[in-house]
């Protein structure tokens, strides 16, 4: 059975850091790319989920989207099947839903999901 479970969500002022796992079980990790997304729930069809960074099968190659880049860093350990997602310097408007998914490029799986909240 395929389990994708994120963990390390929390809450934190402005200006704060947090670090949050995503660990994968049942499956063979390193044949899998893994995204991180957020959701903020409310929003409009469609806009649901936003794209934050994805780290190759590897670890070798990451990309980030323009709002978070220089504040997050992804990395994994597939000796731990687990992929990180490093927040620093964060913001209001980094509260959201933060969810992984892993790609094999045939079978796709998605975690449930670990709340961050970042307020004064």
């Known amino acids: 059975q395929v389990q994708i479970v994120e963990s390390g969500g929390g809450s934190v002022q402005p200006g704060g850091s947090l670090t949050l796992s995503c660990l994968a079980s049942g499956v063979t990790f390193n044949h899998y790319s893994v995204s991180w997304y957020r959701q903020v729930p409310g929003t409009a069809p469609g806009t649901e989920r936003d794209?934050?960074?994805?780290?190759?099968?590897?670890?070798?190659?990451?990309e980030y989207r323009n709002p978070v880049k220089g504040r997050f860093n992804i990395s994994r350990d597939n000796a731990k099947n687990t992929v990180y997602l490093q927040m620093d310097d964060l913001k209001p408007a980094d509260t959201a839903v933060y969810l992984c998914?892993?790609?094999?490029?045939?079978?796709?799986?998605w975690g449930q999901g670990t709340q961050v909240t970042v307020s004064a």
């Open positions: 998914k892993a790609d094999s490029g045939k079978l796709v799986y």
């Open positions: 794209l934050v960074g994805f780290i190759s099968r590897s670890g070798d190659r990451t």
